[in-house]
């Protein structure tokens, strides 16, 4: 890397700066991408406004409205997620409910510093493992190969903790729930059931607020994932620790038995001036042997001083390892959310950006204004276009509220439609359902009414007479009979009624 930085330094801060603009458009990508679709529509002669106000046909499917203008309603739109007051307070309560309000993902951020932690790791480990990643190959290839299992390890020890803060975040939750239980003399159940998102929230409203919690969350605590993380955070950190003193002690052996051999070699061998003299000058072997021993003495000081000092480093390194893993813990615990949906709740009430219905409306209100804003521009341009070559006279009325309002009237009609269909396929399945064999009649008449009523319901709620007649043609022989019979029988019970009505006013007049 350094390499890298020192031989081709602008190509690497270019690499660096794109990475650190993608971090930042990626945090603030709304809006950036609001800021561009308004750059672009007011863009002269190739934006949205200056492209669409050449289009003067009207739209023939809406009445008052040009496809130019749809168009452009559509494509603001597109940054306005329709929600009713209804469906935001009911995230809202799951969230609460499940001990999630106020909670949060992960901020970017906490990411990119976990992200930095990763790289850290991955080059204090290569460092470690260089010399036994690929035996028997060149220096660089066993140091790729280190960098490579070294960034696997740490993406591992990434993932574990950030689980293992989660689960313990969770088991907390589970864990406080159980005492209040228990300490509310367990008069209640501890659950009701899963109370999922797309179920009414306000089901277990006469429940206490722990049944509530563990609806949406779970009933049992659960430490697996903390443990595992735990055996393999301390088999990882001594791991490493050994292999680090291994090195050092490799090194240390190879420099005391150089400097040991060095010491070994007369010094005035190396004299070249004065060769002849040594003989002369030799000391007697007892004080050789005395100076070699001091210089053994001292160079096996100097690597013992060297040990200490390297393993207190890797031991410090050792607890810095652990504790980062336990910061990657914390940050798991810190963020993430509890309830089993959730995560998809808060990403419905846009992420935490809005506290309160009002928020959305604010929101919604200033998309409308730049909608519209831009709509006016539009429709001023159309009409000067019109008033130079058309022919029509059209002076365009419409608002950017009216497309939404004609909006929300199509989605609700198409979810009525949905429903209704539902419904219908519903009834056809609980008719196909055999009835029981007639053992006594009284539960084969408790049995089938409830499916006649839903036929029934089923029936009034269809318009057209020849659907009604395809739809119980589909149902079972004697279900069809059943039907035709409580048929008969309301159409009895309504002449009556009406006779009755009749010869009242009759009576009164």
């Not at 990119?112 to 060149?138: D, H, N």
């Not at 680090?244 to 038995?257: I, P, Y």
């Not at 359902?433 to 009649?441: L, N, R, S, T, V």
Request: glycine share 6%; with cysteine.
């Amino acid at each position: 890397m350094n390499e890298f930085f020192a031989a081709y330094p602008a190509l690497a801060w270019s690499i660096v700066s794109v990475m650190l603009a993608i971090v930042v458009m990626a945090t603030l990508w709304d809006k950036i991408r609001w800021w561009w679709h308004n750059t672009w529509y007011s863009f002269p002669f190739i934006g949205g406004i200056a492209r669409l106000s050449r289009d003067g046909n009207m739209d023939s499917f809406n009445s008052g409205w040009s496809k130019a203008e749809r168009t452009l309603c559509r494509d603001y739109k597109k940054f306005i997620r329709i929600q009713d007051e209804h469906d935001f307070n009911e995230k809202i309560s799951y969230l609460t409910k499940a001990g999630d309000i106020g909670r949060r993902e992960t901020p970017g951020w906490i990411w990119l510093l976990t992200v930095a932690m990763v790289f850290v790791e991955a080059m204090g480990f290569s460092y470690v493992l260089a010399g036994y990643t690929l035996p028997g190959a060149s220096e660089n290839l066993q140091q790729t190969g280190a960098y490579g299992i070294a960034f696997l390890i740490s993406v591992i020890l990434v993932a574990f903790t950030h689980f293992a803060g989660h689960e313990l975040s969770k088991s907390n939750q589970i864990k406080n729930a159980r005492r209040e239980w228990v300490e509310d003399n367990r008069q209640h159940k501890l659950t009701t059931g899963t109370v999922p998102l797309a179920k009414p929230q306000l089901v277990d409203d006469d429940q206490p607020t722990y049944t509530q919690l563990a609806n949406r969350v779970g009933t049992h605590p659960s430490y697996v994932i903390l443990t595992a993380t735990c055996v393999f955070v301390v088999i990882i950190a001594a791991f490493a620790t050994y292999v680090r003193g291994q090195v050092l002690e490799k090194q240390l052996q190879q420099q005391v038995t150089g400097q040991i051999s060095q010491a070994d070699v007369p010094k005035d061998m190396n004299d070249g001036l004065n060769v002849l003299s040594k003989a002369n000058k030799a000391l007697p072997t007892a004080d050789l042997q005395a100076n070699r021993a001091a210089d053994v003495k001292a160079i096996n000081d100097e690597a013992n001083l060297d040990r200490h000092g390297g393993w207190g480093t890797f031991i410090v390194l050792a607890f810095v390892f652990v504790f980062l893993q336990i910061l990657g813990v914390i940050f798991g615990y810190r963020w993430g959310f509890a309830g089993k949906n959730s995560a998809e709740a808060f990403r419905s009430i846009g992420k935490g950006r809005y506290a309160t219905y009002a928020d959305v409306r604010e929101h919604y209100l200033e998309i409308a204004g730049g909608a519209q804003s831009k709509l006016e521009i539009l429709q001023q341009k159309m009409m000067e276009l019109n008033a130079h070559v058309g022919i029509g006279g059209r002076h365009l009325s419409k608002t950017f509220l009216d497309f939404m309002q004609e909006s929300r009237e199509e989605e609700a009609k198409d979810r009525d439609n949905e429903h209704r269909h539902t419904e219908a396929k519903a009834a056809r399945s609980a008719a196909s359902i055999k009835a029981p064999a007639p053992a006594a009649p009284a539960v084969v008449e408790q049995a089938k009414t409830p499916i006649v009523q839903q036929v029934l319901e089923q029936l009034d709620r269809m318009q057209d007479k020849e659907e009604k007649k395809s739809y119980l043609g589909t149902l079972p022989e004697t279900l069809n009979q059943e039907v035709r019979a409580a048929l008969k029988a309301r159409k009895e019970e309504d002449e009556r009624k009406k006779k009755e009505s009749d010869a009242e006013l009759e009576e009164l007049l």
